[in-house]
């Protein structure tokens, strides 16, 4: 059984920056790619970055702000700079394992998912 695990969610200031790990484990974990989603109270979840074959895609509210990365050990990073209080939210960790278009992923793509973790930028 596949396991998404994230970490490193909590509270900033705007301006800050956090970092998001996540630890995917299980017994197979053939992904196709990889990504993060947000939801925020009373908003629909949104795809905020998806990694395919080394490559990065980016919402356009993240983009320059946000970077993914993923590593050999099968681990996805969401690194979040210059923190706004709009991206507050609950941050989840994702995975596909069917062909993966290019592009950020929405929600309907995605085959695995992590419990989240919780991001909270104050003014």
């Known amino acids: 059984q596949v396991q998404l695990v994230e970490s490193g969610g909590g509270s900033a200031q705007a301006g800050g920056s956090l970092r998001l790990s996540c630890a995917a484990s299980?017994?197979?974990?053939?992904?196709?790619?990889m990504g993060w989603f947000r939801q925020a109270p009373g908003k629909e979840p949104e795809g905020v970055a998806t990694?395919?074959?080394?490559?990065s895609y980016y919402a356009d509210s993240v983009k320059g702000r946000f970077t993914a990365s993923q590593d050999n050990n099968n681990m996805l990073y969401l690194e979040m700079n210059s923190l706004k209080p709009e991206v507050t939210a609950m941050y989840y960790c994702?995975?596909?394992?069917?062909?993966?278009?290019?592009?950020?992923?929405?929600?309907?793509?995605?085959?695995?998912w992590g419990q989240g973790t919780q991001v909270t930028v104050s003014s």
């Open positions: 990694i395919r074959d080394g490559s």
């Open positions: 994702a995975a596909r394992n069917a062909w993966c278009r290019l592009g950020v992923l929405s929600r309907s793509e995605i085959n695995y």
């Open positions: 299980g017994n197979t974990y053939p992904f196709t790619c």
